[in-house]
């Protein structure tokens, strides 16, 4: 028992600490590998609340293919360095209003209405939403959105080819004397 | 557990989406020069999806656990969205060739569209609308950008994707809402919690008000209209007829089933938004219209009008009678509409050069003795427009009316008809540049165009002789809805 908390105190401060990191980073690319860590650090934490497939696409998606998205652009576009101070007047106060709001609520929550107990908390069952039954669930009940899903990814990439290649069409159209 | 009674009922969808990949491919070894193989092949898939949507007709069903019903009010709408792509390919063949933007492209992602609409009219699961909503906005906003790098183009597209992904994003809202309040998003389940009194009224409330938002987008309504003339002016003049008519067609279908199923208790707060927004479209439509010196931009704003001029209908939904009346004539409206529509936009891209943004009205001047056929496919469509005697335009219009007086919806129907006096002002606007004033307009080459003018007026004033037996059938195959 002692292990297990001391294990998840030792993640939550890990999330935290990486989010902090992310949020206050100057360098664009510094902040997108905290939140990498970020995403890696809350993977853990589902694996040790029984939800392995959650974890899995948490690391896949967000931490792998989102986060490659994200530094690819950031690299490309040449934006690492945020220039001096944020430029919404403001913002700062703002945002800690809110967050102190939402650290209200939270307390509100855990103290009023669930009582602290955890037993108020009901485990769901321990193949619930495993691999398995998530994989039953998508290929019998959700066959139809699934493979719907798939065409429209496969539209997705036919139109980024036609919007983004230039030299077949374009040239055709475009008339010298024309602008 | 998907078995091959699922794929059957859905026959013409999977048949539409396999073609659609095989052309993707076969196009691949089809010369630049030749493309017109592509667009024939496309209509034979189209005609052969025809063949099974007419085949399914009058069977009724559900596939893939409740994903999915077949019934008449889907039928006949596939069948209607398939006939429009026809229209749509036919008007494309020689128009792409004329702006030298022969892609195969193009046909492949007009039958992905058609079969999201198809899906659409069937689609009885929240997720289901929302995915057929973008199986067939995506491949538009695509096809709306076909003219790229032409600044109208890539502008129409620009603004169609943003207002689109943007509409999607509250649709998407909406049915979280939905889901939220009542824990499911499968329509006989949410229909399940409503009765047995589980559903959040209120988060319902709100829901079905950030559907109609969604929806209101799609059908381009007065006031989520800010896309419709723009996008329809800068895409290529094929694609707006097509969408003027199916993506509206679509949308509809949509918001019909939706909230006849499962918005009925909600009828009256509903009645009175869609009052706002029919009679906001058709005031603001058909007065803008007037201003209108574009041809594209014309058709634009009267597409705004007419879609006021559905949703008038379906204002008193709440009663079972009047929305099973409402239903029938807004499938009649939409047959004469898809008509009246192609017909309108047909003679026009006969019309119009390469590279234009759309003729202007003078450019009609002398249409109607130069090519006596195509004016009077003009003439008609546009008598048509205003809901003249012998044109289904005006029968459409009739059931429209009728319904909304039996729902007791004077005012609505007192403003549809002045809206519809001032309409024909612009719309004769055009008759007489076409007939009364001299002038020299050239067909461009290539006949498809004037062909499906000449179909839709034939369509439009030989139906209008039968307008009874066409109106009993759509009433007769809606009556196996819900």
Known sequence: MITGILFFDVMAVLVISTSIGMLVSRNAVYSALFLVLNFASVAVLYVTLGAPFIAMAQVTVYAGAIMILFLFVIMLLGAERLEGESTIRGQRLFGGLLAVILLGELTWMAVFQSGLSPAALTMPASDFAGPTQIGLTLFNTYLLPFEVTSFILLVAIIGAIILTKTDNIGKRIIRPGKD | ?482
């Open chain 2, 1 to 482: 557990m998907p078995t091959v009674n699922d794929f059957l009922l859905i026959l013409p969808e999977v048949v539409l989406l396999i073609w659609a990949l095989l052309i993707l491919l076969i196009d691949l070894w089809i010369p630049d020069t030749k493309k017109y193989y592509t667009a024939v092949l496309s209509a034979a898939g189209l005609v052969i999806s025809a063949g099974c949507a007419f085949a399914l007709l009058g069977r009724t069903g559900s596939a893939f656990s409740n994903m999915v019903v077949l019934d008449g009010f889907s039928s006949v709408l596939s069948i209607l969205f398939l006939l429009s792509g026809l229209a749509a390919v036919a008007l494309a063949y020689d128009y792409l060739k004329r702006n030298a933007a022969q892609r195969g492209e193009y046909y492949t992602l007009l039958l992905f569209s058609i079969a999201g609409m198809m899906l659409m009219a069937s689609a009885n699961d929240l997720i289901m609308v929302f995915l057929s909503l973008e199986l067939l906005s995506i491949p538009l906003y695509i096809l709306a950008g076909f003219f790229r790098p032409r600044l109208a183009s890539e502008e129409a597209a620009l603004k169609y994707f943003l207002l689109g992904a943007f509409s999607s994003a509250i649709l998407l809202f909406g049915i979280a809402w939905i889901y939220g309040s009542t824990g499911h998003t499968d329509f006989p389940g949410i229909v399940a919690s409503i009765d047995g009194g589980r559903a959040n009224y209120l988060l319902l409330l709100i829901g079905a008000g950030l559907l109609l938002v969604g929806f209101g987008f799609k059908i381009g309504v007065f006031p989520f209209h800010m896309w419709v003339p723009d996008t329809y002016q800068g895409s290529p003049s094929s694609i707006g007829a097509f969408m003027t008519v199916a993506t509206k067609a679509a949308g509809f279908a949509a918001l019909l089933r939706v909230f006849l199923v499962l918005f009925p208790a909600e009828a009256p707060i509903m009645a009175g938004i869609l009052w706002g927004l029919s009679a906001a479209s058709m005031i603001f439509g058909n007065t803008v219209a007037i201003a209108q010196m574009n041809m594209k931009r014309l058709l634009a704003y009267s597409s705004i009008a007419n879609a006021g001029y559905i949703l008038m209908a379906f204002v008193p939904y709440g009663n079972p009678v009047i929305a099973q009346e409402a239903v029938s004539s807004a499938l009649f409206y939409l047959l004469a509409y898809a008509l009246t529509s192609f017909g309108a936009w047909a003679v026009m891209i006969a019309l119009e050069p390469a590279e234009s943004d759309g003729l202007l009205l003078q450019d009609f001047s002398g249409l109607g003795r130069k090519y006596p056929w195509l004016g009077a496919a003009l003439l008609i469509s546009m008598l048509s427009f205003i809901g003249v005697p012998l044109t289904m335009g005006f029968w459409g219009k009739f059931y429209l009316f009728k319904t909304a007086v039996d729902g007791s919806q004077i005012p609505l129907v007192l403003i549809g008809l002045l809206t519809s006096l001032v309409s024909a002002y612009y719309y004769l606007r055009i008759v007489m540049f076409a007939y009364f004033k001299p002038g020299e307009p050239q067909i461009q080459p290539g006949r498809w165009a004037s062909v499906v003018a000449v179909i839709c007026a034939a369509g439009i004033f030989v139906l209008s002789f039968i307008p009874t037996p066409v109106f009993q059938f759509a009433a007769q195959m809606i009556m196996g809805m819900k």
